[in-house]
């Protein structure tokens, strides 16, 4: 089942209907947040005032995570405030374009944990399912986008950088050398 998602012609073509899907839900919440006058301050400090307890012991279910809001987030409220509403936006454009799309993928799906963990289940399940198939299709997904012609280039140049611009060490008669990291 896993090599039919990630390498057939057909399942490319449902994963380009399910990732332009997903990068308009993506697109639309970042351009709303950009567009609308975001502010992540109020969101924050609900989260860390009114974490997620386990009813039983009314433990944090997640401490640490609660303990990066308080300290990190809502002191650089103005920040999130831009880098959320930009990174929505740019895992949307990935995706409608199958640019960099298992990477779009991933992205959306760690903000939609980061969301939950704060305690919004929204449609961020929903969403963390349709990203998690996307990034599971890996380049098949963006078959019928930019990765069809960006992954070779990506995939030569970082060969290239490797290599250091040919195909490896080689002794003076012209046999590989062995090669010790």
């Known amino acids: 089942m896993l090599k039919w998602i990630r390498e057939n012609v057909y399942a490319a073509g449902l994963f380009f209907i399910i990732r332009v899907y997903l990068g308009w839900e993506w697109l639309t919440a970042g351009w709303h947040k950009l567009t609308g006058g975001f502010d992540a301050t109020g969101f924050i400090k609900g989260a860390v005032t009114k974490p997620i307890?386990?009813?039983?012991?009314n433990e944090l279910v997640y401490p640490t995570f609660t303990a990066f809001l308080e300290h990190f987030a809502l002191p650089n409220a103005t920040w999130f405030n831009i880098v959320i509403p930009i990174g929505e936006c740019l895992v949307g454009l990935g995706l409608?374009?199958?640019?960099?799309?298992?990477?779009?993928?991933?992205?959306?799906?760690?903000?939609?944990?980061?969301?939950?963990?704060?305690?919004?289940?929204?449609?961020?399940?929903?969403?963390i399912l349709i990203g998690g198939l996307v990034f599971l299709a890996e380049t098949n997904a963006g078959r019928f986008g930019v990765d069809y012609y960006l992954m070779p280039l990506l995939r030569k140049a970082f060969h290239k950088m490797r290599h250091g611009?040919?195909?490896?060490?080689?002794?003076?008669?012209?046999?590989?050398?062995?090669?010790h990291v």
């Open 165 to 179: 611009g040919h195909n490896g060490p080689t002794a003076a008669d012209g046999k590989p050398k062995a090669v």
């Open 53 to 57: 307890v386990d009813k039983a012991t």
């Open 96 to 127: 409608i374009l199958g640019a960099l799309t298992t990477t779009a993928a991933f992205f959306g799906m760690l903000m939609n944990f980061m969301f939950m963990f704060a305690g919004t289940v929204s449609t961020n399940p929903w969403l």
